[in-house]
């Protein structure tokens, strides 16, 4: 979980004493909840799982959560707001036909091999100190979803395009 209004959250729930707190992003956050027994899971979304209300992603909870952390604090949403650094969120879309896509994922996942932090079906994350990034194909679709988040990123991207043939 990178998006900082949700890491505040997490931060003050996870404060407490022995309370497990999911804070990366994953496919199968809510199972991962159930099996670790985690108060918080979020994958970034601006969403999360809050196991004593609900195992399903909930918006509204993540609203309510940052409400009672202002009323805490005391401080307006605005100065909550000031205090986040503007992430740097980089999307791209590759358009491949549908038998080059997994040949073009198992290239990528050669060249990231040492860096890949979570293999999924249809992709993977790389995780990196400062950011992440996410590599995976489209269920609908005959394309490849890059999002990612850091500096490097658009290099990862401008390299990523350089592998279609």
């Known amino acids: 979980m990178r998006h900082a209004g949700q890491q505040s959250v997490v931060d003050e729930e996870g404060a407490m004493p022995v309370v497990p707190v999911i ?13 670790i027994k985690a108060k918080i899971g979020g994958e970034g979304s601006g969403s999360i799982v809050y196991s004593p209300f609900s195992y399903g992603f909930d918006s509204f909870i993540f609203i309510k959560k940052v409400v009672q952390y202002l009323r805490k604090n005391q401080c307006k949403i605005s100065d909550l707001a000031h205090s986040f650094t503007t992430p740097e969120i ?3 879309t590759i358009f491949l036909k549908p038998n080059k896509i997994y040949t073009f994922l198992e290239r990528v996942r050669d060249i990231y091999s040492k860096e890949i932090s979570q293999k999924l079906k249809d992709g993977f994350y790389i995780d990196r100190d400062d950011e992440w990034l996410c590599v995976r194909a489209s269920a609908t679709v005959s394309m ?3 999002v990612g988040e ?16």
Request: no cysteine.
């Open 23 to 35: 804070t990366h992003r994953q496919p199968d956050v809510v199972q991962m909840v159930k099996d």
């Open 90 to 92: 980089h999307k791209e």
């Open 144 to 146: 490849i979803r890059i």
């Open 150 to 165: 850091g500096k490097k990123i658009r290099e990862d991207i401008a390299r990523m395009k350089d592998l279609v043939e």
